[in-house]
C-alpha cells in the first residue's frame, strides 16, 4: 500500500479538537502524521483552500441489492456515495429478500469488497421478513458483521415484539436504528429504552413532537439519538411541486415549523447524524402516478451541497456542527468511534479522509449522477459546496468529480 500525503489543505476534526493548516500523512491505511508531515515516498495531493476532513458516513442509505438492481446496485450507490465525499456507508436491509439472515449479511459483505468503491456496512432486519412479528437472531446477525438492526420502511408495530428486540440488542451490543412514523411511536420506544437500559437511535425524524420527546430523553440521560435527512431539513411541504413523485418521501415533507425545529435541534445536538435516507427509484416507477409511484429521494450527491448551502453558508449551522454530523454524529451510534476503525484526523486512525470545497459552486443534473436514479428533489438547483475528493485506506476513489478506483474495498 502506497503513503498518500494531503498537503496544506485545513486539517478540521472538531472531535480530535484539530483545526489549523498543515499535511496529513496517510500510510499502510492509518493516519501516520497530523499537521506537519514529511515522506519521500508518498504520493502527494495538494489540498490548499480545501477542508481536510475525516471521511463522511452516512448511515442510512438504501442500495437495493440483491433483488432491485435497476434501481441500484452496491456498485453504482457506492460511486455515488464517493461523489458525495462518503467513504461509508451504511445499508438498510430493506431488500428483495429482505436481510434478516447471517448469509445474506455475508452475502453484501462478499459483494462490497469485490464492487463497492467505499465501504459498505450492511444493516440486518429486526423481525424476520421485516414483518414486525419474530425478531432475527442477532448474535449470528451481528457475528456476521450486521452494522446495526433497522425495519427500515416499517416500525415494529408490537411493543412486545420490540421489548424482545431491545433486549436481544443489549445482549448482542447491537445498534437500533428505528424507522420513525409519528411521535406516538417515538415515546413507546424511548419508554423501553429506559426500561431495558438499551439505546434506540430513530431515522429521519421530521416532525417538531418527535424532536422534542428525544430532546426531553436525552436531559434524562436516556441512551437515545436521532438523524435528520437533507431533504427535511431544507425543504418543507410548500416547497413541494403539485403531483411531483421526485418530492414523494416516507416520512413525507412537512411544515416550515417542523422544518425549523429539526434546524434547531441539529444546532443544538439533539440530533446528532445527518443522513440521506438515499432511496433510489427507477425513472418509470418516479413517472407514475403520485398516488402509486414509490416513495423516496436519492441524496448521497447532494447532502454535502445542500447542507452547505442551505444551512452553513445561511450561518445556521457551525461547519463544526455539519462535520460532525457527518462523522462522530454517526459513528458513535453505530458504536464505532475511537481505536482504528474509525476515520479521524489522529494518528493511528482509519485512513478515510474528505476534501471539501465549500466555495465549489455547481448545478445538481441527476442525470449526471452516478446513481442510476434521478428521484432528486434538487435538480436544477444552484449549490455552493461538494466534496473534491474521496480517500479510502489513504487511496483516492474520487477526485474533482471523477471515479478513479471503483471496486475492491478491503
Ligand atoms: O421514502 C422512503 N423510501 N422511506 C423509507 O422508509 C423507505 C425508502 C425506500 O426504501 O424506498
Do not use: Y
Request: glycine share 10%; hydrophobic share 45%.
Amino acid at each position: 500500500m502506497s503513503d498518500l500525503l494531503v498537503q496544506g489543505g485545513r486539517l478540521f476534526d472538531p472531535v480530535s479538537r484539530v483545526d489549523g493548516i498543515g499535511d496529513l500523512l496517510i500510510k499502510d491505511g492509518q493516519v501516520a502524521a497530523v499537521g506537519e508531515a514529511v515522506s519521500v515516498e508518498a504520493e502527494v495531493l495538494g489540498a490548499r483552500g480545501l477542508l481536510v476532513v475525516p471521511g463522511l458516513l452516512d448511515m442510512h442509505v438504501h442500495l437495493r441489492e440483491p433483488g432491485q438492481e435497476h434501481k441500484e446496485t452496491i456498485a453504482s450507490g457506492t460511486r455515488a456515495a464517493a461523489m458525495g465525499g462518503f467513504t461509508a456507508v451504511a445499508c438498510e436491509p430493506n431488500t428483495s429478500p429482505p436481510r434478516d439472515t447471517a448469509e445474506r449479511v455475508a452475502e453484501v459483505i462478499e459483494t462490497a469488497k469485490r464492487e463497492a468503491a467505499i465501504r459498505v456496512l450492511p444493516k440486518c432486519a429486526i423481525t424476520v421478513g421485516q414483518e414486525g412479528s419474530e425478531v432475527t437472531d442477532f448474535a449470528a446477525l451481528r457475528a456476521a458483521g450486521a452494522a446495526a438492526a433497522s425495519d427500515d420502511g416499517f416500525s415494529v408495530r408490537d411493543a412486545g415484539v420490540m421489548r424482545d428486540a431491545l433486549a436481544a440488542a443489549k445482549q448482542t451490543r447491537m445498534p437500533l436504528t428505528l424507522h420513525v412514523d409519528g411521535p406516538e411511536m417515538v415515546e413507546r420506544d424511548i419508554g423501553l429504552a429506559a426500561e431495558l437500559g438499551w439505546g434506540v437511535h430513530f431515522s429521519h425524524v421530521s416532525l417538531a413532537a418527535e424532536v422534542e420527546l428525544i430532546a426531553e430523553a436525552r436531559e434524562r440521560g436516556l441512551p437515545v439519538s436521532g438523524e435528520a435527512t437533507p431533504h427535511h431539513l431544507a425543504l418543507c411541504a410548500d416547497d413541494a411541486p403539485m403531483g411531483d413523485a421526485n418530492f414523494k418521501m416516507n416520512p413525507p415533507l412537512r411544515s416550515a415549523g417542523d422544518r425549523d425545529a429539526l434546524r434547531t435541534a441539529l444546532v443544538e445536538g439533539v440530533i446528532c447524524a445527518i443522513a440521506s435516507d438515499h432511496a433510489p427509484h427507477a425513472p418509470d416507477e418516479k413517472a407514475r402516478p403520485f398516488e402509486e409511484a414509490p416513495p423516496g429521494v436519492i441524496g448521497l450527491e447532494t447532502t454535502v451541497g445542500v447542507i452547505w448551502t442551505d444551512l452553513v453558508h445561511t450561518g445556521l449551522l457551525a461547519e463544526r456542527a455539519a462535520v460532525r454530523a457527518m462523522t462522530a454524529g454517526p459513528q458513535e451510534v453505530l458504536g464505532m468511534v475511537g481505536g482504528s476503525v474509525s476515520p479521524a484526523l489522529r494518528i493511528g486512525a482509519r485512513g478515510d479522509v474528505t476534501l471539501l470545497d465549500p466555495d465549489h459552486e455547481w448545478t445538481v443534473e441527476p442525470e449526471r449522477f452516478e446513481s442510476k436514479a434521478r428521484n432528486c428533489p434538487f435538480a436544477g438547483r444552484r449549490l455552493r459546496g461538494r466534496a473534491v475528493a474521496t480517500i479510502v485506506a489513504g487511496r483516492a476513489v474520487m477526485r474533482e468529480g471523477s471515479i478513479l478506483a471503483p471496486g475492491a474495498i478491503e
